[in-house]
């Protein structure tokens, strides 16, 4: 790390005192962002962290439907996302006419919506989940029939762990559903001692040669508590760098693509959002009471 990044590092947690702001960090995030966060997790624990906010704002150093999610649980707060255009290719190919058609083709589904998802999407499902929680929230309905959106990698996975019908929608993370099971074999070769954790969001036929299918923050268990040594890790780059952190006696091979989102926040747009409150999210009455419902009920059966 440089001066000029250290210097504004300083200036950030100086200025988090003077604005009695938190700011939260998704795993993804470029390792300096780390440095001036008060709390680095995946997208349950964010949520769930959003909850406890004591602070007057909160600063989200992710993408817009995280920043939307902390809006949703604390609608007294000012929540800045550092920058506008940090949104989720996966969040907008799923839409409230896509999922009302859906309902309406199978009305004894319940909705389960994956966290990656705009609020008004969220607004009009049942429950949310995470990559974390996703089958435990599906086991834990009565309905057989699920309705999951938007990832149909993460609904495949699901359909693979559940006696429940799947329904998907057809949306997927263009990071991870662009990993390829071929090029991971050869990946495997090269490292044979290494085990595979991969992301459920990735598709299928990698899954199946994987040795633990985790969410990110499951990823850092399965990590901590393997008696392996090595890994290749399969899902967004920045998280083989939160893990070398993480867990800095093992070693981490790098099987990722980087998420181009993820990495559009950095030092100077965290210090110009505690300075200006650029960029304020704001979420409609309406869309966000239902959607508040959907978030405490994942957080209730989870």
Same mark, same amino acid.
Request: hydrophobic fraction near 40%.
């Given at each position: ?29 470029? *390792?300096?962002?780390?440095?001036? @966060? ?21 600063? $989200? ?10 809006? +949703?649980?604390? *609608? ?51 429950? +949310? %989940? ?25 609904? !495949? ?15 997927? %993370? ?14 495997? =070769? ?27 923050? @499951?990823?850092? /268990? ?5 008696? !392996?040594?090595? $890994? ?15 867990? *800095? ?5 790098? $099987? %990722?693509?980087? %998420? ?7 030092? $100077? ?12 999210? =704001?979420?409609?009455?309406?869309? !966000?009471?239902?959607?508040? /419902? ?9």
């Amino acid at each position: 790390m440089n001066n000029h990044q250290q210097e504004q590092i300083e200036r950030i947690i100086k200025l988090k005192k003077e604005k009695n702001a938190i700011i939260l960090v998704h795993n993804y995030q470029e *390792p300096e962002i780390y440095k001036v @966060g008060d709390f680095i997790g995946d997208s349950l624990e964010l949520s769930r962290k959003a909850m406890q906010v004591e602070e007057d704002v909160i600063v $989200f150093c992710g993408v817009k439907f995280m920043a939307e999610t902390a809006k +949703i649980l604390n *609608p007294a707060k000012k929540v800045i996302l550092p920058n506008l255009e940090a949104t989720c290719s996966m969040a907008d190919m799923s839409d409230v006419p896509g999922l009302l058609k859906l309902k309406a083709e199978h009305p004894d589904a319940a909705v389960v919506c994956y966290i990656n998802t705009n609020a008004d999407v969220k607004a009009h499902s049942d429950v +949310i %989940c995470t990559s974390a929680n996703a089958l435990k929230i599906v086991e834990s309905l009565p309905n057989e029939k699920i309705i999951f959106l938007p990832d149909k990698n993460l609904a !495949a996975y699901l359909q693979s762990r559940t006696k429940k019908q799947i329904i998907p929608y057809e949306a997927y %993370c263009y990071i991870h559903n662009a990993l390829d099971a071929s090029l991971l074999k050869d990946f495997k =070769n090269q490292y044979p001692k290494a085990k595979v954790i991969a992301h459920p969001e990735s598709p299928m036929e990698l899954l199946k040669i994987s040795d633990y299918v985790r969410g990110t923050s @499951g990823m850092i /268990k399965a990590a901590q508590e393997s008696d !392996a040594k090595e $890994f290749i890790m399969v899902t967004e780059c920045g998280m083989a760098e939160k893990l070398r952190l993480e867990v *800095p006696e093992k070693q981490f091979h790098s $099987f %990722c693509n980087i %998420c181009s989102y993820m990495k559009m926040t950095n030092l $100077f747009l965290v210090e110009r959002a505690l300075t200006k409150f650029q960029y304020e999210i =704001n979420v409609p009455d309406d869309i !966000a009471i239902n959607a508040r /419902k959907a978030i405490e009920k994942m957080l209730e059966l989870s």
